[in-house]
């Protein structure tokens, strides 16, 4: 029994020394690998807030003359107003992205109106071979894998390319 008891005092004050000793070395401080030691003095940071929708204003069409058709489908323009920058806008036809880039058209207070026209040339086989169709023309900023939710409207073009027209803002 009395060996037992010398054995268990042996075992506490072995186990009290080593976490003395353990406690007894300071670890050093050291950098990570991948550390600079160089701190940069001034920075900047440049948000936007695209979780409003562009706003198409305007959405227009022009006709030319066919000889023995009539007015037939030529141009669309399409006009709108974003907080977003030149650079984020994206403009598509159908689920199409759009060729052309869109031109600022003026900036006020951070709300800039932005314009594209896009030619029949473009659209012709959105439209159908002018067999008549309607597109949907959608509009929207986008950064990386981020985007502003759509403005959308419609392009209608009958039989033959004639009466074209935009129609009502949807979505």
């Known amino acids: 029994m009395m060996a037992r008891t010398r054995?268990?005092?042996?075992?506490?004050?072995?186990?009290?020394v080593m976490l003395l000793a353990v406690g007894a070395?300071?670890?050093?401080?050291?950098?990570a690998a991948w550390t600079e030691p160089?701190?940069?003095?001034s920075g900047a940071l440049n948000a936007i807030d695209l979780s409003a929708a562009p706003t198409i204003t305007s959405?227009?069409?022009?006709?030319?003359v066919?000889?023995?058709?009539?007015?037939?489908f030529d141009t669309v323009t399409i006009t709108w107003t974003s907080t977003a920058p030149l650079e984020m806008q994206r403009v598509y036809f159908g689920t199409q992205l759009g060729s052309?880039?869109?031109t600022l058209v003026s900036s006020t207070n951070g709300n800039h109106s932005y314009s594209v026209t896009y030619s029949e040339g473009l659209l012709e086989s959105l439209l159908g071979n002018l067999l008549g169709s309607t597109t949907a023309i959608a509009v929207r900023a986008?950064?990386?894998?981020?985007s502003s939710p759509t403005a959308t409207n419609r392009l209608r073009v009958e039989l033959l390319g004639l009466n074209p027209r935009?129609?009502?803002?949807?979505g």
């Open 38 to 41: 160089e701190y940069a003095s």
């Open 25 to 31: 070395v300071n670890a050093a401080p050291t950098d």
């Open 166 to 170: 935009c129609l009502d803002p949807v």
């Open 100 to 102: 052309l880039t869109p």
């Open 66 to 72: 066919v000889v023995l058709v009539g007015l037939v």
């Open 7 to 16: 054995m268990r005092a042996g075992s506490s004050i072995a186990a009290l």
């Open 59 to 64: 959405c227009t069409t022009t006709t030319k």
């Open 142 to 146: 986008e950064g990386g894998s981020w």
